[in-house]
């Protein structure tokens, strides 16, 4: 598969590195474009659209350490920060509207239930992409 | 199928930067905003962050000159990664070492020197001077490893003498230490260029220029950052003390397998024209002592040392004083017992007689020349991350002016590199590139600097009774006194042979320190805000004069400016005759009209600035309640070279105005093709 775009959303957790790491090793070769993005998930009971601060401070160190991980291995990172009522929706549609062939998704190793638990996001990406989705999992901690 | 929605919201803060865009989704609720940043700035914790964008130029000319920076000095570099621009052991022993491992180049010349005025029986002293100078070495080399072990911050002799000795002879040491740099980079410079002269005599003529030139590539080094320059500069150092060093287990083979070689007979011999005296023995040992320089470099910088800082800073200061002692020990031996002279006309060096005797003048003579030419020259890499390191210490206690603690983009004292490379380029054309003429002023600095620091020191232990403190006491008190006894040989020996001029320099230079500090200090009192006042800003109205030279777009765009500031705006037009000004006011009232008052100034000396300035002090009126700002309106042409063709009436204003009392002048450019902000 012929690499041009990949999309990587990151949520600020221990393996955002390793998600970068991953993006770029896999699209050097495809001297793909690497997009990161942080959704910021805004409550129904405020306007899409509302200056959420502590939130988007948040996104753009989450981005802005992306970027020096990109940077220490001489790769390029495109940022973006969106707000959305569900991330998993607006990771899609940004990855339909970048033309992107691949979503590359970090999973922090939780389990919940006895069972390694995935997350919502993770879930409703794999379900509703159409495009080619890789979920990254964390190792489990030993 | 996304669709962007209105690009602002006039609800939103103004301060907000950035913007945000509406984007409908593949589904019905799906709808998400993308948060477009404003060119230049991004969010950090609670404020706003520039990025390097805004410092990306406009124009063509200015991404010329960007790129053209970019290629010299390297891509900015961000304060937060001034962690990682810290050296390593291995290149920081090629920064920080090189002075002191290149003197090996030519202290055993200096020492030879000395001695050859008394002719072979003077030369006898060649080894034993060589081991008493190896001795103070490693005494001094002990006494900085508790420099390092008591201030791990770094600065050096001149924060052990100030913190423990008082201001003054903190000083003292920051200016012998100043002066040192400086004499450092042009001696080690000429020494470069000597080491070229002996492999190719024809540079000789050239010698100056070669000097300056090399100073230029090193300040431009230097200018990338000292992690950079660490990196740039470690090669050629490391070059230097393996080729030396084969050079001399040769030799050293030469002797035990008694194969004993004819010396190199340099040009001219040096006339023996004294008899050997204590007073010539101790100026032989003055001028040897100049290998000691760069001793105290690794104490003043351990802060640029990886972590851990200080631990690394001992071990190169270890390695950096055991290759010296051996390549000066090593030199100074195979060249006593090869009988080598030093030559007369400087053209040839001890170290290459001594490399051409023991290997012949084939590829390996100019392997060897080449890098004692290159390790001579970076030995003023030391300086230039020590003169800047110290500066920016001293700047930052106010002793020196505050550009020195500013960092450029590479995180290097960009200010300090350059008045370094200034100064001592002067130096070295002065003395036309002469190593013999510029070693007299060196050294007594850098002993003055090692003398205070280890008294300093000593009183340090005293007073802290740390565990052991007896011994490092002991280790100071031993090192002041040896570094003492030599400063005073210095002094003495080389005083009419230039090293008056150094100790006339360091007294005006504290002075000069001692001045600026007392300029900061009023300044300081003058502007100090009470650290727990809580100030109440009042409102203070001024009265805005907009002086108008004709009435045209330009000067209407600066009167509506004024009129936004406030309502009490005046404007006043100079004329040179009754004429003119009858035909402005009639101008006036058709286009301005009577909404705003005008004063017209008739000036029949064709004086502009003058009777303005009488003018506003007749409306000031000495009332200082209420501050006189004047809106000037000033054409800016498209083109630079096109400001030639106006009178820059408005600039003149500005300067006269500079240093007017209880006035603001306000500068109201008006861009010919910015259509947009003539409306």
């Given at each position: ?17 390793d ?21 910021i ?7 899409l ?34 707000q ?59 | ?62 991404r ?18 001034e ?27 200096e ?64 200016a ?70 084969v ?6 083979y ?10 190199v ?48 800073a ?24 090869f ?21 012949g ?6 392997v ?17 991350s ?10 930052t ?7 020195f ?31 013999n ?50 400063t ?6 080389k ?10 320099v ?14 900061y200090?009023r ?17 203070r109205?001024p ?29 006043v ?16 009232a058709?286009?301005?009209g ?11 000396y ?38 030639a ?6 600039l ?10 209880n ?15 003539h409306?």
């Amino acid at each position: 598969m012929k690499l041009t775009n990949i999309l990587v959303p990151l949520a600020g957790t221990a393996i955002d590195p390793d998600i970068i790491e991953y993006a770029i090793a896999l699209g050097r070769s495809h001297k793909a474009k690497i997009t990161a993005v942080h959704v910021i998930e805004v409550k129904w009971n405020m306007p899409l659209d509302a200056v959420l601060d502590a939130e988007l401070e948040r996104g753009e160190e989450i981005l802005a350490h992306a970027e020096k991980v990109a940077e220490k291995l001489g790769a390029h990172l495109t940022t973006e920060v969106l707000q959305a009522r569900e991330a998993a929706a607006a990771i899609v549609d940004t990855a339909v509207e970048k033309g992107s062939e691949l979503i590359l998704l970090g999973m922090p190793y939780r389990r919940r239930l006895g069972r390694v638990y995935v997350g919502r996001t993770v879930e409703d990406v794999y379900v509703k992409a159409p495009c080619a989705v890789l979920a990254y999992r964390q190792e489990e901690p030993k | 199928m996304s669709d962007v929605g209105p690009p602002e919201d006039p609800q939103r803060p103004s301060h907000v930067p950035e913007r945000f865009e509406r984007t409908s989704g593949r589904r019905i609720g799906d709808a998400r905003v993308k948060i477009v940043r404003r060119r230049g700035f991004r969010r950090g914790r609670g404020v706003i962050v520039a990025t390097e964008e805004v410092l990306e130029p406009t124009s063509v000319t200015g991404r010329a000159v960007s790129v053209l920076r970019e290629i010299l000095f390297g891509k900015r570099i961000p304060s937060e990664r001034e962690s990682e621009e810290r050296l390593t052991k291995v290149t920081g022993l090629a920064i920080f070492a090189s002075d002191n491992i290149s003197s090996s180049a030519y202290a055993t010349e200096e020492l030879m020197r000395a001695l050859a005025l008394a002719g072979a029986v003077g030369l006898a002293f060649t080894m034993p001077l060589t081991v008493a100078i190896i001795v103070v070495l490693a005494i001094v080399v002990t006494s900085y490893l508790q420099v390092i072990k008591a201030y791990p911050q770094g600065g050096g002799s001149y924060v052990v003498a100030s913190r423990n000795l008082g201001v003054v002879p903190g000083l003292l040491a920051a200016a012998a230490l100043l002066v040192d740099y400086v004499l450092t980079v042009s001696v080690s410079v000429a020494g470069g260029v000597l080491a070229i002269t002996t492999a190719f005599p024809e540079v000789d003529p050239m010698k100056v220029g070669v000097g300056v030139v090399f100073i230029v590539l090193l300040t431009i080094g230097n200018l990338r950052g000292i992690r950079e320059a660490g990196v740039v500069f470690a090669g050629p150092t490391y070059f230097y003390v393996a080729s030396v060093a084969v050079v001399l287990a040769i030799g050293f083979y030469r002797v035990i397998s008694g194969d004993i070689p004819t010396p190199v007979v340099p040009p001219k011999l040096i006339e023996p024209d004294e008899a050997l005296s204590a007073f010539l023995i101790l100026r032989a040992f003055s001028s040897g002592s100049v290998g000691l320089s760069g001793t105290e470099a690794v104490a003043n910088g351990v802060p640029a040392f990886r972590e851990p800082a200080a631990r690394n800073a001992s071990i190169v200061l270890i390695a950096m004083g055991t290759l010296f002692g051996t390549l000066f020990f090593g030199i100074s031996f195979l060249a006593t017992r090869f009988g080598i002279q030093p030559d007369a006309t400087e053209t040839k060096s001890v170290i290459g007689l001594l490399t051409q005797t023991i290997v012949g003048d084939g590829t390996f003579f100019y392997v060897v020349q080449a890098a004692t030419a290159i390790i001579l020259v970076l030995a003023a890499n030391t300086s230039f991350s020590g003169f800047p390191r110290l500066a920016s210490i001293l700047a930052t206690d106010r002793f020196m002016p505050r550009q020195f603690a500013q960092r450029g983009d590479r995180l290097a004292f960009s200010f300090g590199i350059l008045v370094l490379a200034a100064v001592s380029a002067l130096l070295l054309v002065i003395y036309g590139g002469s190593v013999n003429g510029l070693i007299p002023l060196y050294t007594i600095g850098v002993f003055i600097a090692f003398t205070l620091s280890q008294a300093g020191l000593v009183r340090h232990w005293l007073r802290e009774r740390t565990p052991g403190w007896q011994l490092s006491a002991g280790i100071n008190a031993l090192g002041a006194v040896v570094t003492g006894v030599v400063t005073i040989v210095v002094a003495v020996t080389k005083f009419l042979l230039g090293a008056w001029l150094v100790l006339a320099v360091m007294p005006l230079l504290i002075y000069v320190m001692w001045r600026v500090r007392r300029h900061y200090q009023r300044i300081e009192d003058e502007l100090l805000i009470p650290r727990a006042a809580r100030v109440h800003l009042a409102r203070r109205a001024p009265r805005v004069i907009v002086p108008i030279a004709r009435l045209d777009r330009s000067s209407l765009n600066a009167l509506s400016l004024a009129r936004g500031i406030c309502p009490d705006v005046l404007a006043v037009h100079i004329s040179y005759d009754e004429e003119g000004a009858a035909s402005f006011r009639a101008r006036w009232a058709a286009v301005v009209g009577p909404e705003m008052p005008l004063e017209v100034i008739v000036s029949p000396y064709r004086a502009l600035i003058a009777p303005l300035l009488s003018y506003l002090d007749a409306v000031d009126g000495g009332d200082r309640s209420r501050p006189i700002v004047v809106a000037l309106a000033e054409f800016v042409p498209n083109h630079w070279w096109e400001a030639a063709l106006h009178n820059q009436t408005a600039l003149r204003l500005k300067l006269a105005l500079f240093n007017r009392k209880n006035t603001s002048v306000i500068d109201v450019p008006f861009h010919p093709d910015d259509e947009d902000a003539h409306h």
